[in-house]
Each structure stands twice: as structure tokens, then as C-alpha cells.
């Protein structure tokens, strides 16, 4: 069954540095989404990503955020100066069209210092 | 605009016994619902989907959920829990239509399943 992968599982950075988080979504889906979850609490929707351009993202997705698909078959999330309320698990997603075969990661849990 | 409502933030019910997590939903327009599963240190799994056609949906592991249009509900029923279903269980809403870029998923808070023997 075609998986979501999602590299490194697990990361440890120094605040105020760069990180990016690595996905390889479903290699015929359209749609990326990036999520993030809090440790206790519910997962939130970050972004989504389409076309070459972000579609939609939330208020948490600030300009410290961005996303990228490089080379068409990753697609990335970099926080530019990480903060410690930047710990999370962050899970990527990505989707054929509309619902059809969304599919999650199993995440990269981000712990700043 | 959706959203999702989680009633109850811990369940604890006995192995052998019926589980029920509820869950309600709010959206503009037809939504779809799903019920997703964390294990401890885990990502999320799919346990099942509704996307307009039939209400009683049946997911993995003896997990369903009906889709109750008027009561604006989507619970999760299993008729007979397993110690291995002990986890966290989340509620998901999003609109059901094709949107220009991509469907953001609106989780509920999560309900976490305690199974004793």
C-alpha cells in the first residue's frame, strides 16, 4: 500500500535554529498538507499545498514557515528560527484529489532546546 | 467554516464490553467525516470514512460510525473492545467538495480509550 514518508522520525534543534522537516507524499497525489500536534493536544491543520503554491495555511504559518517541493517528489516544511513552542509532532499528507486516498505520515516529532 | 466537538475526553470501558465515542459536527456545507486512530508514539490511522453515501459506515478492526444528518452527529460504535484498542481516537471533519487547493481536515480535540480487563 503506497505510504506517506516522513524523514527524520524525530529531531532535536537548538532555538533559533533552521529546520527542515522532509516528506515524500504518494507519487501520483496533487495535494500536500503539512499538520502539526502539540504534545496533549489536537492535531492542527498548517498548510496545504497545490500546484506549486500554497492554497491555503492557518494562522499558526507565520513568515517563520515555508514549504517547498524542490524537485517534484519531496516536499518540505523549514521553520527559519525555530522557537521552543515549535516542539510538536509536525505530520505531513497528501491527497489525489479532494479526500480521495488522503493519506498521513507517521510524523517527524520536532523537540526544541 | 467546520468544526468537530469530542464529548467526552477519556473513555474507560472493560474488554468484552460495547465502546461508544461521540462526536458532532458543524459545517456550511455537506461534510465529510472520518475517525481517525494514535497509538502511543504513533501516527495517525484511518479507521474509517463517510463521504455522502451510506450513513452506517464500517471501518477496520470492527469499528463503525452512522452518519446522523439531523442529530449532526458521527459516533463511533465497536461492539466488543479489545485491550489493543486502547489509544487515542479523533474525529475529523472537512467539506465535502472539490476545492481549488486541497481539503484541510479539522480535528476534534481526541477522546482517549482506556480498555481494562
Known amino acids: 500500500e503506497p505510504e506517506v514518508t516522513q524523514t527524520p522520525s524525530h529531531q532535536v534543534t537548538q532555538m533559533g535554529q533552521e529546520v527542515i522537516l522532509r516528506c515524500v507524499p504518494i507519487?501520483?497525489?496533487?495535494?500536500f498538507y503539512w499538520y502539526r500536534q502539540i504534545l496533549g493536544q489536537k492535531v492542527e491543520f498548517l498548510v496545504s499545498?497545490?500546484?506549486?503554491?500554497?492554497?491555503?495555511k492557518s494562522e499558526i504559518f507565520d513568515d517563520q514557515f515555508s514549504v517547498e517541493r524542490p524537485d517534484g517528489s519531496n516536499f518540505t516544511l523549514k521553520i527559519r528560527s525555530t522557537k521552543l513552542e515549535d516542539s510538536a509532532m509536525y505530520f505531513c499528507?497528501?491527497?489525489?484529489?479532494?479526500?480521495?486516498?488522503?493519506?498521513f505520515g507517521s510524523g517527524t516529532r520536532l523537540t526544541v532546546v | 467554516a467546520q468544526s468537530v466537538t469530542q464529548l467526552d475526553s477519556h473513555v474507560s470501558v472493560s474488554e468484552g464490553t460495547p465502546v461508544l465515542l461521540r462526536c458532532n459536527y458543524s459545517?456550511?456545507?455537506?461534510?465529510?467525516l472520518f475517525w481517525y486512530v494514535q497509538h502511543p508514539n504513533k501516527g495517525l490511522q484511518l479507521l474509517l470514512k463517510?463521504?455522502?453515501?451510506?450513513?452506517l459506515v464500517k471501518g477496520i478492526n470492527g469499528f463503525e460510525a452512522e452518519f446522523k444528518k439531523s442529530e449532526t452527529s458521527f459516533h463511533l460504535t465497536k461492539p466488543s473492545a479489545h485491550m489493543s484498542d486502547a489509544a487515542e481516537y479523533f474525529c475529523?471533519?472537512?467539506?465535502?467538495?472539490?476545492?481549488?487547493?486541497?481539503?484541510?481536515?479539522?480535528f476534534g480535540t481526541g477522546t482517549q480509550l482506556k480498555v481494562e480487563l
Open positions: 499528507a497528501s491527497s489525489a484529489r479532494g479526500t480521495y486516498g488522503y493519506t
Open positions: 507519487s501520483n497525489h496533487l495535494y
Open positions: 499545498f497545490y500546484n506549486n503554491e500554497i492554497s491555503e
Open positions: 459545517s456550511s456545507y455537506s461534510p465529510s
Open positions: 463517510y463521504t455522502s453515501a451510506a450513513t
Open positions: 475529523v471533519v472537512t467539506l465535502n467538495i472539490l476545492t481549488g487547493g486541497g481539503n484541510k481536515l479539522t
